[in-house]
């Protein structure tokens, strides 16, 4: 009996657990992950109206898209000395961010040191197209000759005096190729044009962006174009000369709406929107890409405030979409 009424408890007691279990409140979910976040080291200013500005923006356009909860960012500037941009890199790896995005093609060689030391940090850098072999490394690139070309048309239908100047930074990169791109629209149109092209070999140097601004007006150009930064100090000079200026890499018309005709844009996010969707899917790196006029990762805007004329504009569109559809061979940097 004794031993009867034990097993009876025993039972009972099964009995009352198992329906506890069954009437306990669940579990509640794990937390999830928290919001992407990702790093930036840029060379110059993010409001430069040029190369810094132009991933600075896509950051701000893919948080407004995502929300601040499941994106967050942030951002050194100004680092254009090297080895504080690639003490920066370094110090944002170790503290986990998901990407951290080297804006600089001058930081190519820390990138291939400080990458490996991170094998679950991915990274990003451009403009570029090389992810030296590394799995968790990212490049990218923009065919800036699409929107050179463009440009180019444009400036030489605008051009009385035959004469347009360029004002280049180093000729490396996307600075290189956009010039290029520009040259090759400007003789598409007009052969006659003589365009003087100068690189100061700086992609900073607003005083001496201005001086070759100068030089260039002094030699006959009523029309010019210019790529990075410094450009801010070439469009002071074409806006107190009167001279049409042309940009790139972000809308400069709030320099000098008088002045200013059309710029191509930069829209990084085409490139940032992948990059994320790869990492959240366990895919680190080993990707390149290239932003273009047909994947919308450059964009030609026209300046609402300057009295294009229809002709002109039409031919800037004639030659956007011939870009586009690959029936216009700009003959720059495989285009």
Known sequence: MKRF?????????VAMLSTACATATPAAPAESAGPF?????????????????????????????????????????????VDDAAAAIR??????????????????AALQEIAPDFPNVSFAWGTAGDTFGIPNV??????????????????????????????????VGDAKLYVD??????????????????????????ALASEAAQTHIGAGADVMTGSAQMVVGAVGVAKEKGVLWFGTQADQTSLAPEIVVACQIYDWAVVVRDIISLIQEGTLGGKAYAVSLQNEGLKMIYNP???????VKALGDAATKGIIDGTVTIGVGGK
């Open 5 to 13: 009424g034990k097993l009876v408890i025993f039972l009972v007691m």
């Open 37 to 81: 976040r990702v790093a930036v080291v840029t060379p110059s200013a993010i409001n430069d109206l040029a190369f810094s500005q132009s991933i600075y923006d896509a950051m701000v356009k893919i948080q407004g898209e995502m929300g601040e909860a499941n994106f967050q960012f942030v951002l050194s500037d100004g680092m254009f000395v």
């Open 181 to 206: 791109g520009f040259v090759a629209g400007v003789k598409a149109t007009n052969p006659d044009i003589t365009v003087n092209v100068n690189y100061i070999g700086s992609f900073g140097d607003v």
């Open 138 to 171: 990212f490049a990218y690139e923009a065919f800036s000759q699409e929107g050179g070309y463009v440009n180019g048309v444009l400036a030489a239908a605008l051009n009385e005096s035959g004469t347009i100047g360029v004002v280049g930074p180093v000729e």
């Open 91 to 108: 110090d944002y790896a170790s503290q986990g961010y998901n990407l951290v995005i080297a804006h600089g093609s001058q930081y190519g």
């Open 305 to 311: 405030g300057f009295n294009l004329p229809a002709d």
